[in-house]
């Protein structure tokens, strides 16, 4: 049987039924704990500090009513940063290589941001298509290139998460591929591609959180723009 590099990014199923909803919900059941005490250890006070740090560092530049954010967009990061990380072990898959879980996570932030802003102040929210001081012949066409950007940005959130990630795990599995290959054949050209896999596979690794950061960041700044 002839696998292609692209079947690594296929949804598994079994009996017919794909398993990445089981994929999206297994990070959330590592959290779960049957102590009643909210912080266990030292590591978990670390875990609890990092969050706190990360949220006020987030959430500095907007105001009060945009800091009811904080734990959905802390919870979209904790996720994110748990699939893309499982993702990078073996015999696992990666459920944010998908554009449609992407999409399906940036629409509908993206929109609430929109949706916020139109309400509690339209006038702000319909004055950023049109920059101050713009001269009248430019107008329409502005307007135009302002609405159309501001339709793509959830579009950018989804395909940069997915091609950043899909780029990585195709590499990845090209360079093992090599690396297998040239073992019995180039015993030295194969051990200088081991050592570019190991490097590449801790590139990997902090493009996983770094790109879950990212998600979050620019959702933090397209909630800023409309609170």
């Given at each position: 049987?002839?696998?292609?590099?692209?079947?690594?990014?296929?949804?598994?199923?079994?009996?017919?039924?794909?398993?990445?909803?089981?994929?999206?919900?297994?990070?959330?059941?590592?959290?779960?704990?049957?102590?009643?005490?909210f912080?266990?250890?030292?590591?978990?006070?670390?875990?609890?500090q990092?969050?706190?740090?990360?949220?006020?560092?987030?959430?500095?530049?907007?105001?009060?009513?945009?800091?009811?954010?904080?734990?959905?967009?802390?919870?979209i990061?904790?996720?994110?940063?748990?699939?893309?990380?499982?993702?990078?072990?073996?015999?696992?898959?990666?459920?944010?290589t998908?554009?449609?879980?992407?999409?399906?996570?940036?629409?509908?932030m993206w929109?609430?941001?929109?949706?916020?802003?139109?309400?509690n102040?339209?006038?702000?929210?319909?004055?950023?298509?049109?920059?101050?001081g713009?001269?009248?012949?430019?107008?329409?066409?502005?307007?135009?290139?302002?609405?159309?950007?501001?339709?793509i940005?959830?579009?950018?959130?989804?395909?940069r998460?997915?091609?950043?990630?899909?780029?990585?795990?195709?590499?990845?599995?090209?360079?093992?591929?090599?690396?297998?290959?040239?073992?019995?054949?180039?015993?030295?050209?194969?051990?200088?591609?081991?050592?570019?896999?190991?490097?590449?596979?801790?590139?990997?690794?902090?493009?996983?959180m770094?790109?879950?950061?990212?998600?979050?960041?620019?959702?933090?700044?397209?909630?800023?723009?409309?609170?």
């Amino acid at each position: 049987m002839i696998l292609s590099f692209f079947d690594q990014f296929m949804i598994p199923q079994m009996l017919g039924i794909p398993l990445i909803l089981v994929a999206v919900i297994l990070p959330t059941t590592l959290i779960i704990t049957k102590n009643s005490r909210f912080i266990q250890n030292r590591m978990s006070a670390m875990q609890a500090q990092a969050i706190k740090t990360f949220i006020k560092q987030l959430l500095l530049p907007i105001n009060m009513a945009g800091h009811k954010w904080a734990s959905i967009l802390m919870s979209i990061m904790l996720m994110l940063i748990s699939l893309n990380l499982l993702g990078l072990l073996p015999y696992t898959f990666t459920p944010t290589t998908q554009l449609s879980m992407n999409m399906a996570l940036a629409l509908p932030m993206w929109l609430m941001t929109v949706l916020i802003g139109l309400r509690n102040q339209p006038t702000i929210s319909l004055g950023h298509l049109l920059p101050e001081g713009t001269p009248l012949p430019l107008i329409p066409a502005l307007i135009i290139i302002e609405t159309i950007s501001l339709f793509i940005r959830p579009l950018a959130l989804g395909v940069r998460l997915t091609a950043n990630l899909t780029a990585g795990h195709l590499l990845i599995q090209l360079i093992s591929t090599a690396v297998f290959v040239l073992t019995p054949i180039m015993p030295s050209t194969a051990g200088l591609s081991f050592i570019i896999l190991l490097l590449l596979t801790g590139l990997e690794i902090a493009v996983a959180m770094i790109q879950a950061y990212v998600f979050v960041l620019l959702l933090s700044l397209y909630l800023q723009e409309n609170v």
